[in-house]
């Protein structure tokens, strides 16, 4: 392994940024995919005051600084959420939207077929997914094939008044939206994050959420997948991993002490920590919770991504916040240990400097193709207008080669 050795003033620089898109207001998430075959990562966002979701392709390395390629793939009022999943099997990425507010609907936005048509709007169709009309507001999705049958199916959680945790179930023709039916797999009160990850070694897929807001349900837990046949259409077993209380945001799961074992780390909002839960054995039930302290420099807790940012072969996070509009504070940094995670403070470094205010979601990934982990998020509010930075990324000038 190479290690490289990165000077501190380096280490603390502002990186520079890169628009994807700054178009309108609210700008909220970013999902990631190749969805045109050229191994570079594509992207779906959803604009949640402007009520649509848009798709951008990568331009290829020699433009990626540019704006991207985009296209407006459906109108999807109050939008929280949108990924790519192939749902009816066709070998093309469709993008799923969640809608909370009062709209309380799920789109399926389909994509063409043909990948030289991703950027025709004509070749898109948009529809609701009529089991899910009205029946809460839906805030966060993942693909994941559960019952083995048909296609890929999709786990989403909600918030609020009668919230769940529950999974559409594909049908043997995908595309009669009609044949799809939901499966409560547990309560909930905010969801924030859905993962899917084999958290008892059993050999299926289990859920792990960070359920916000008070309530029994609050915390991050795990959702034991009961395995094949008609146990998957029930409740499955919880098992909570920490934060129990905690106004929770977005979670990420990374082995951070490097022992084999997947680590859960979340921001908490009321408190303002990161809160680090050690996985301590192979059955997902034994943690430890370390807090990890948020500096005063910054905003509110609001997003979590772990990764090796300077690689020199320890892992590190990048934390994004709300500012709260102080221009004293920057919204976006990254932290290192300086000798195990499980110290309660964490060596600080910049990233945006003072510039937006309302982050949220991140994505690690060598965007330029220089050999470093890049940090692409959204910001949605950012500006006298109330026109944000909108889809943007930063480049990272550490490990340049």
């Known amino acids: 392994m190479m290690v490289f050795i990165v000077p501190l003033k380096a280490q603390n620089k502002i990186w520079k940024r890169h628009?994807?898109?700054?178009?309108?207001?609210?700008?909220?998430?970013?999902?990631?995919?190749?969805?045109?075959?050229?191994?570079?990562p594509d992207i779906a966002t959803g604009w949640e005051e402007e009520g649509f979701t848009k798709v951008y392709l990568h331009p290829g390395r020699r433009h990626v600084k540019e704006l991207w390629p985009a296209l407006r793939v459906g109108n999807t009022p109050d939008v929280e959420d949108a990924f790519f999943a192939d749902l009816d099997n066709d070998g093309a990425m469709d993008v799923i939207t969640s809608a909370e507010g009062e709209t309380k609907k799920i789109y399926i936005n389909w994509s063409p077929t043909d990948p030289s048509n991703l950027m025709d709007i004509s070749q898109w169709e948009s529809r609701v997914l009529p089991t899910s009309e009205g029946l809460m507001q839906w805030m966060f999705g993942i693909p994941i094939q559960i019952d083995s049958l048909h296609g890929i199916d999709f786990v989403v959680g909600a918030k609020n008044r009668e919230a769940e945790i529950g999974w559409f179930k594909a049908p043997k023709k995908p595309r009669e939206l009609g044949q799809w039916t939901w499966n409560t797999i547990s309560n909930a009160t905010w969801v924030m994050s859905l993962i899917s990850s084999d958290m008892d070694h059993d050999g299926d897929f289990d859920i792990i959420t960070s359920d916000r807001m008070a309530g029994k349900t609050n915390g991050v837990r795990w959702l034991e997948n009961p395995g094949k046949g008609s146990k998957v259409?029930?409740?499955?077993?919880?098992?909570?991993?920490?934060?129990?209380?905690?106004?929770?945001?977005?979670?990420?799961?990374?082995?951070?002490?490097?022992?084999?074992?997947?680590?859960?780390?979340?921001?908490?909002?009321?408190?303002?920590?990161?809160?680090?839960?050690?996985?301590?054995?192979?059955?997902?039930?034994?943690?430890?919770?370390?807090?990890?302290?948020?500096?005063?420099?910054?905003?509110?807790?609001?997003?979590?991504?772990?990764?090796?940012?300077?690689?020199?072969?320890?892992?590190?996070?990048?934390?994004?916040?709300?500012?709260?509009?102080?221009?004293?504070?920057?919204?976006?940094?990254?932290?290192?240990?300086?000798?195990?995670?499980?110290?309660?403070?964490?060596?600080?470094?910049?990233?945006?400097?003072?510039?937006?205010?309302?982050?949220?979601?991140?994505?690690?990934?060598?965007?330029?193709?220089?050999?470093?982990?890049?940090?692409?998020?959204?910001?949605?509010?950012?500006?006298?207008?109330?026109?944000?930075?909108?889809?943007?990324?930063?480049?990272?000038?550490?490990?340049?080669?």
């Open 19 to 40: 628009i994807i898109d700054s178009c309108c207001s609210g700008a909220d998430g970013v999902r990631i995919a190749d969805i045109n075959g050229d191994n570079l």
């Open 233 to 401: 259409n029930q409740k499955w077993k919880n098992h909570y991993i920490g934060a129990r209380g905690k106004d929770v945001m977005f979670m990420d799961l990374a082995d951070l002490d490097k022992d084999g074992l997947e680590d859960a780390i979340v921001t908490q909002y009321t408190d303002q920590e990161i809160i680090y839960m050690r996985r301590l054995d192979t059955t997902g039930t034994q943690w430890e919770s370390y807090s990890i302290d948020i500096p005063a420099k910054t905003g509110r807790a609001k997003a979590v991504k772990a990764g090796d940012i300077n690689g020199d072969g320890k892992i590190d996070l990048v934390h994004s916040t709300n500012t709260q509009r102080d221009e004293n504070r920057s919204g976006v940094y990254w932290l290192s240990y300086p000798n195990t995670p499980m110290d309660a403070v964490w060596e600080w470094h910049n990233i945006s400097g003072p510039i937006g205010y309302k982050y949220d979601r991140i994505e690690l990934l060598d965007l330029d193709g220089d050999g470093d982990l890049d940090v692409v998020t959204t910001e949605e509010n950012y500006g006298q207008n109330s026109s944000g930075l909108g889809l943007l990324w930063f480049e990272n000038p550490l490990n340049n080669r």
